[in-house]
């Protein structure tokens, strides 16, 4: 079980329309709930983001660098650690 902080949290709470057409969390306690239940990760650079695609087989039609960040599932917690969230 992965534990989320609240920068993660927060992030998640801010960015999720990204990934979702409408809102699945309303509070930190119903966005670490979610988290855990889809399995999502917090990885600490932008290689890791890229190896966790890597490692799950997830086609990213070619998109290298910074291009990966783009991706939905991507969230940027904005103190170098990426969320992975997989809708």
């Known amino acids: 079980m992965h534990e989320f902080d609240d920068a993660v949290l927060e992030c998640f709470l801010k960015k999720q329309l990204q990934l979702f057409p409408e809102p699945v969390a309303d509070s930190l306690e119903s966005a670490e ?32 660098g910074d291009e990966i960040l783009e991706a939905d599932e991507v969230f940027d917690i904005g103190d170098g650690r990426y969320l992975i969230v997989e809708g």
Do not use: P, Q, R
């Open 33 to 64: 709930s979610f988290l855990e239940d889809c399995m999502a990760i917090v990885v600490n650079s932008v290689d890791e983001v890229i190896e966790f695609f890597e490692e799950e087989g997830i086609d990213m039609d070619g998109a290298v």
